[in-house]
């Protein structure tokens, strides 16, 4: 496409209709086009070129793709951080989609009253649940040393801070019981707990509500109820993978089931609104995902979930990765197929018991999990959703090999890196940009361990991507 020095092409009445357009409204018009066409825009002349390039639009641009709250946490970082107030959102937008590194960090604890009596704190653990909800971090149950499985919930109240010393509390409650291997997602300021392995191997197939508060006076709660779904339930099981998949539903796949069998069903639990029923369905379709266990489910925006690795029916570690689409009312599966060797590094990806989530900027971050072998790993992962949804919409072949092999990009780790594990937990924080990691099963060989040679981990990591705002 030809430049033009100003924008002055002729019509009828001498000039462009566009030109007259007020610049609100032809900012809307601008948000509602892909990255590419936003630039071929820019390029028809020096007036839109300088608006296509403004702070203010970049700023739109980024609310668009991350969402108002990775911006307010974005802006209250650089206010904390002394930053000048005008904040550089096209370099900010660049960095996120060219991101080549974390820097990680491993947290300080502190007891809860700040006085000088034993400093209780989570015990080393791993196939727990660990969210991010409501400001807080959340951590329930798990598996650990001497095949014990915890009963135990504990809260550690974050904000949007960035504090690197956080104080963890014990919420005595007793419910649910002890397990491991369950699932638990935010809906709202409430958490969805489903299933679990108990002490004796029994897999659980009940379904609980917690709801997580702050109070100035009380400090943090956390209540737990059983949620009423009715006759029609999963099967029970254990290391299933599971998401919430908007403001009511939550979303489970595969898992072991009775008699240590791999599934490979996919069901979908539709709550009420107060959250005090909810209602399970059999969601039946062709193809759908093999049979697995330690695999990720994660709900990446719109109507699209990934699902990534696992150990299937074989004990083969996995790594394909499939798409789970509800639109327009349809529920299918769709697998994304792709060459590892065309892949940079490709062939480490294989990988069960890691974890998965989306980051600001339509990224889902992959980190640690263990190979067939059981190696475990200490990798970052980054798969770039964009262009799944690009490559699963295109019809062009010639394009689409080559898009694969910027599919999937193994980032850099700086700093305290947690080091090789599986079996650990993360979440990340409303901004998108910080990561924690807690737990998981890490090699024993220098620190005491069970006799298979492993240790359970008790260790809160904060876990940052490299962005200079």
């Known amino acids: 496409m030809a430049t033009t020095s100003s924008c002055s092409t002729p019509s009828i009445n001498g000039s462009s209709p566009i030109t007259r357009i007020a610049q609100d409204h032809l ?273 990446v925006g719109g109507n699209q979930t990934i699902l990534f690795g696992g150990r299937g029916l074989g004990y083969e570690v996995l790594n394909d990765v499939w798409l789970f689409n509800t639109s327009e009312g349809h529920w299918r599966w769709v697998q994304l197929l792709f060459d590892l060797q065309n892949i940079p590094q490709g062939l480490a990806l294989p990988r069960v018991g890691h974890s998965a989530n989306l980051i600001i900027g339509g990224r889902l971050l992959i980190h640690g999990g263990e190979d067939s072998y059981r190696h475990r790993k200490d990798d970052f992962w980054v798969l770039d959703i964009g262009l799944v949804t690009s490559i699963m919409q295109s019809g062009t072949p010639s394009n689409l090999e080559r898009s694969k092999t910027k599919l999937w990009r193994r980032l850099k780790s700086k700093g305290d890196n947690p080091g090789g594990r599986s079996f650990h937990r993360a979440c990340v924080d409303s901004s998108g940009r910080n990561f924690y990691i807690f737990g998981g099963m890490v090699d024993g060989l220098l620190q005491p361990a069970e006799s298979s040679g492993l240790r359970f981990d008790g260790d809160l990591f904060l876990v940052e991507l490299v962005i200079q705002c």
């Open 27 to 299: 900012f809307s018009i601008l948000l509602l086009l892909p990255l590419d066409s936003i630039f071929c825009f820019a390029m028809t002349c020096k007036k839109f070129r300088s608006l296509t390039y403004s702070d203010p639009f970049w700023e739109s641009l980024c609310r668009r793709d991350w969402g108002q709250s990775s911006i307010d946490a974005l802006r209250s970082f650089a206010t904390d951080s002394n930053k000048q107030q005008q904040f550089p959102w096209k370099k900010l937008y660049q960095q996120i989609y060219q991101l080549d590194s974390v820097y990680c960090n491993r947290l300080l604890t502190t007891h809860p009253k700040g006085g000088d009596e034993e400093l209780l704190l989570p015990r080393p653990r791993a196939s727990h649940s660990l969210n991010f909800v409501s400001g807080c971090l959340v951590l329930f149950g798990g598996g650990c040393e001497g095949g014990k499985h915890l009963d135990d919930t504990w809260v550690a109240y974050v904000g949007n801070d960035f504090k690197r010393i956080l104080k963890w509390n014990k919420i005595e409650s007793g419910i649910p019981s002890g397990r491991f291997g369950h699932s638990c997602v935010v809906i709202g300021d409430c958490l969805v707990l489903f299933g679990g392995i108990n002490d004796h191997g029994a897999r659980q197939n009940d379904t609980w509500v917690g709801q997580v508060a702050v109070h100035d006076t009380f400090g943090i709660t956390l209540s737990w109820r059983l949620l009423d779904v009715g006759s029609i339930a999963p099967p029970p099981r254990g290391a299933h993978a599971a998401c919430s998949i908007d403001k009511r539903r939550m979303l489970i796949q595969g898992g072991i089931g009775l008699n240590g069998l791999r599934l490979g069903d996919t069901w979908v639990l539709e709550l009420a609104e107060n959250l005090h029923l909810g209602v399970w369905q059999e969601i039946v379709t062709h193809p759908s995902p093999p049979s697995r266990s330690g695999h990720t489910l994660t709900h």
